[in-house]
């Protein structure tokens, strides 16, 4: 039994926030505070627009400018944010590419 109390299946890239993710929808654009291949979770300003259990798609942009579309539910929201779990995600190459850029450039921005 592991006592980590991370029990999620996929490992979370936080972002800093001059580096953060743009994620554009029907409903707008918002900026990703962390993300992995099956889930994200980003920041809404304002009210909240998204309802749990409602099929969510969109699109991601790195700084890098490269995009993935993305497809998935509206798992639950907290306080200004919202967790996306994803049928269709950021590859796992991607994300790796990432967690690699984020420790070299932000060392101290990763757990």
Do not use: W
């Amino acid at each position: 039994m592991s006592s980590s109390p991370n029990t999620r299946s996929h490992y979370r890239i936080p972002y800093p926030v001059t580096l953060r993710p743009q994620l554009s929808c029907s409903l707008g654009k918002f900026f990703v505070f962390d993300i992995s291949e099956q889930g994200l979770k980003f920041e809404m300003q304002g009210e909240n627009l998204f309802i749990n259990g409602t099929d969510f798609k969109g699109n991601v942009t790195f700084h890098d400018g490269e995009k993935y579309n993305i497809k998935g539910t509206v798992l639950r929201t907290e306080g200004s944010f919202v967790i996306l779990e994803l049928d269709e995600g950021i590859p796992l190459k991607k994300i790796m590419a990432e967690q690699r850029f984020l420790i070299k450039n932000f060392p101290n921005t990763l757990p």
